[in-house]
């Protein structure tokens, strides 16, 4: 659940018992006797966590009074109609004014009805700025949606949508064949043992001239030749998606009739049929909403990267309606082994990283320099002397897996939630591995007549590392995924459970980090030599989170839209690198360059009218979860000199 932009939203229910009209009159103050019999309060979460079939239940149960208070995700901005609401808390500062009225507006939609909006100022940069002026939320400007359409991962996308179409339509009207299922499209079929699955790629080869039209009529040119529609080489990767999705759905069915065959020789009926209606539940599942799910159709909005933490069947009542998912930029720390997730009321953790049988997960060496932070990463051992500055690296050299097929959680909720929160870490960066095109150079005029050059692009590719507790990786199974946190490993033992069956696994356990590559926009704001010369990391660090809290402020982007890192290129100069957190950019990091004299005058307003020390930081100003790591490096008078070098009111 996105913990910007959580609300509750709450329908009064009660009973009236007695009404006496108005009788007694004590001076001017006439009396009216009720006497009102309050109704339970009971509240819901109503997230995207939820199946669409579970949501759609606690929504009926709040309209018909049922649930008289929802606590919801930003999934209530999304047009959905509850009827009528007395009142919305909202528990902290929308990122926009767009967000405020979508969400505001929830109450007193009725003519008859009276709202209250309350808003809680948490105690962080976006929202205490809006709590100095409120205006610019309540009656603020409603900014035009952008919406880039070169976004290749999403344009892909789009392709296999309208591949998959004509390719159903054909099956129906040649074939009367017909697929709504995951199980039926998937898996082998009973009579002719033939999977639907495979023959999309034998369809496709070579591409209809009809299918080929409408996606020359559809994408981009950009994205035609990107993807290489001339040539057909896009349906690899719709067959590389497909086969991959139906190997989940094939393991999983083949793990719990295993189960189930066990608990049949064993006697035990009961639970021989629990594991009958998994099977079924996995097989049953709507085969378009599966699709979207691993990545081979468009789904509304973001995230578009999405990998999911799979709860074990058996684990709960609720353990059916859940669809944990996450962006791979974030799951990387939210899903990583360890981790605990709240879902549904429960708290889950996760176990693992979800592998298939015969698909080894990408690998990469890398190393990030010890002196000036250069990263570097290869598929071979990295060489241990930084290129940038000539120093021999010191530290033992690093791997990283992309955990593309997801998470498997422990089976069975942890524990109750209780007051504690989860444990969660996010302890890694964010490195640019290549620019790799669309490059273009600007520069920015101050008003003490000091110029700041800066250069923005498309496809930046960036490389979300996460280094597990103390920065020691993970501890993965090379066989079944299972795995843990390598600062709290303790002993190793003989073995561990298996992720995905009742045993004990002796796979050999492998220390990685885990890791996410993407394309996305970036700017790049360069210094001037005397101040990349000698600006401390402190001075760097502290200046690039300022930057950011101050594009988010001024241009009204969600802090979670954008991030930035300390960059070093190949001369050892840094750089301070902010960029788009959705994979193929929204466009921010470029408004961002093309605002850059206001975000910085934004920024040096944050970090000057904080109320903790100058050598410190907190969360009012610089501190977010995201940089945790870099915590004790942030410091708000140093933030100020950055800021003043790039406006040119000092340097150094």
Not at 325 to 346: N, W
Not at 355 to 380: I, N, Q
């Amino acid at each position: 659940m996105s913990v910007h932009g959580v609300c509750l939203i709450l329908r009064c229910t009660g009973r009236l018992e007695a009404y006496k009209p108005a009788t007694e009159t004590d001076g001017h103050l006439q009396r009216l006797y009720l006497t009102f019999d309050p109704g339970p309060l009971r509240a819901q979460e109503h997230t995207a966590q939820w199946t669409g079939e579970k949501a759609a239940e606690i929504q009926g149960e709040f309209v018909r009074g049922q649930v008289n208070a929802l606590s919801c995700s930003t999934t209530f901005e999304l047009g959905v109609d509850v009827g009528e609401l007395q009142a919305v808390v909202l528990r902290n500062m929308p990122p926009s004014t767009a967000n405020y009225v979508q969400r505001a507006g929830r109450a007193g939609r009725r003519a008859d009805s009276a709202a209250l909006v309350l808003t809680y100022a948490q105690r962080r940069p976006h929202d205490l700025a809006r709590f100095a002026e409120p205006q610019r939320m309540i009656a603020g400007e409603v900014r035009a949606p952008i919406v880039p359409v070169d976004n290749v991962r999403i344009d892909r996308r789009h392709a296999h949508s309208i591949a998959l179409a004509a390719f159903f339509r054909t099956m129906k009207e040649e074939r009367g064949r017909i697929w709504r299922k995951a199980g039926e499209f998937f898996l082998p079929d009973d009579t002719t043992g033939e999977t639907a699955a495979h023959i999309v790629r034998d369809w496709l080869t070579p591409v209809p001239d009809s299918v080929a039209a409408s996606i020359r009529r559809v994408l981009p040119a950009s994205v035609q030749d990107e993807i290489d529609v001339e040539s057909g080489a896009w349906v690899g990767e719709l067959d590389r998606l497909l086969r991959a999705a139906g190997q989940i759905l094939e393991q999983d069915v083949t793990a719990y009739s295993e189960r189930r065959d066990q608990a049949v020789a064993a006697r035990k009926y009961r639970l021989a049929d629990m594991y009958e209606k998994v099977i079924r539940n996995l097989t049953h599942r709507d085969l378009l909403g599966v699709l979207a799910n691993r990545n081979v159709l468009p789904k509304y909005g973001f995230p578009v990267d999405t990998v999911e933490l799979r709860i074990p069947q058996d684990s709960g009542t609720v353990s059916g309606q859940l669809e944990l998912t996450r962006d791979l930029s974030a799951a990387v720390h939210e899903y990583a082994p360890g981790a605990e997730i709240v879902a549904g009321g429960q708290l889950w953790a996760s176990a693992g990283v979800y592998r298939l049988p015969d698909r080894e997960l990408v690998s990469r060496h890398y190393t990030v320099c010890d002196t000036c932070g250069r990263y570097r990463e290869a598929t071979g051992p990295v060489d241990p002397t930084c290129p940038a500055c000539g120093t021999p690296s010191t530290s033992a050299p690093r791997r990283y897996v992309e955990p593309v097929y997801g998470f498997v959680a422990a089976r069975g909720p942890q524990r109750s939630v209780g007051q504690t929160p989860p444990r969660r870490s996010w302890y890694g960066d964010v490195h640019m591995s290549t620019d790799t095109a669309d490059v273009h150079e600007g520069t920015t005029v101050f008003a003490s007549g000091h110029t700041t050059a800066w250069s923005a692009g498309a496809r930046g590719e960036m490389v979300v590392v996460s280094e597990g507790p103390g920065g020691a990786g993970y501890e993965i199974c090379d066989w079944c995924g299972w795995g843990r946190p390598h600062a709290r490993a303790g002993s190793r033992g003989t073995g561990h459970p298996h992720l995905l069956k009742d045993i004990q696994c002796t796979g050999p356990m492998r220390v990685v980090s885990l890791a996410h590559r993407y394309q996305t926009d970036f700017l790049q704001v360069h210094l001037d030599p005397l101040t990349a010369l000698s600006a401390t990391q402190e001075t760097l660090r502290s200046g690039l989170y300022a930057l950011l809290e101050g594009a988010a402020t001024h241009l009204e982007i969600s802090r979670d839209d954008i991030d930035g890192t300390v960059h070093t290129g190949t001369d050892g100069m840094p750089s301070l690198l902010l960029f788009d957190t959705t994979p193929g950019g929204a466009g921010n990091a470029t408004r961002i360059g093309e605002h850059l004299a206001p975000v910085v005058e934004a920024a040096h307003a944050r970090v000057g009218g904080c109320e903790c020390g100058p050598e410190s930081s907190c969360y009012a100003c610089l501190r977010t979860f995201r940089n945790e790591r870099f915590h004790e490096l942030l410091s708000r008078g140093e933030a100020i000199v950055l800021l003043d070098a790039l406006a040119g009111r000092s340097i150094g």
